[in-house]
């Protein structure tokens, strides 16, 4: 009887210990079979995205104003009180110009980063550059000079001109242009990841500067 006990006992723990190890091991053909590799699909997607670079989303066209005052020199107020004709004395200078400018806006694709994308089997995530003037074009034959009192040289014109830049891309702004560039990229960018096979795009918004 006390042999019979002995084998039972035995023969327990063994089924005890092929249990143990039936749960805390895997299994020979889990150890020895090519496990499922996933990839990171993040890195392609931003360089698929990137190729788009700089996405020129709105144009608009501004006629803007520049003008500039200088004191007189010493010959011209001479000239004036010397001349008979003249009705008064000339104490400033005064120069405006008027130019016609086209400003591109859009967003700069190219500078999307890993932390800007959230993928998760279908669906997309992408968190957009804030949209930004990309060119500013000043049509030199579309310049003016409107008023023009005193002499100047063509270096105080031409600075006057390129100002016209300037003025041109604050008046875009101050119109919500960056704002309508933004929208229209999130829709193409939107588009184009649907297109790309996933099933649920989310594109925000740039923050503005």
Not at 25 to 53: C, H, M, N, W, Y
Not at 94 to 105: D, F, P, Q, Y
């Amino acid at each position: 009887m006390k042999t019979i006990r002995n084998i039972a006992i035995v023969c327990a723990l063994l089924v005890l210990l092929w249990w143990l190890f039936s749960q805390l091991l895997p299994s020979f053909g889990e150890i020895f079979s090519p496990k499922k590799v996933e990839i990171d699909q993040t890195p392609l997607v931003i360089r698929q995205i990137r190729s788009l670079a700089q996405l020129a989303t709105v144009t608009a066209y501004t006629e803007v104003v520049a003008d500039t005052t200088a004191p007189a020199s010493t010959g011209d107020r001479l000239r004036d009180i010397f001349n008979p004709f003249t009705l008064k004395v000339t104490v400033n200078r005064h120069l405006v110009v008027v130019g016609r400018v086209v400003v591109h806006t859009g967003v700069d694709l190219t500078k999307l980063q890993p932390q800007d994308v959230f993928i998760k089997d279908d669906s997309i995530s992408v968190q957009l550059p804030p949209a930004q003037v990309l060119d500013v074009i000043l049509n030199p034959s579309a310049t003016d000079i409107f008023l023009e009192e005193g002499r100047w040289d063509n270096a105080a014109v031409t600075a006057l001109k390129a100002s016209l830049q300037q003025r041109a891309v604050q008046d875009i702004k101050s119109r919500g242009v960056l704002y309508q560039a933004d929208e229209r990229a999130r829709e193409v960018l939107t588009n184009f990841l649907l297109a790309a096979g996933y099933k649920k795009v989310t594109v925000i918004r740039g923050r503005l500067g």
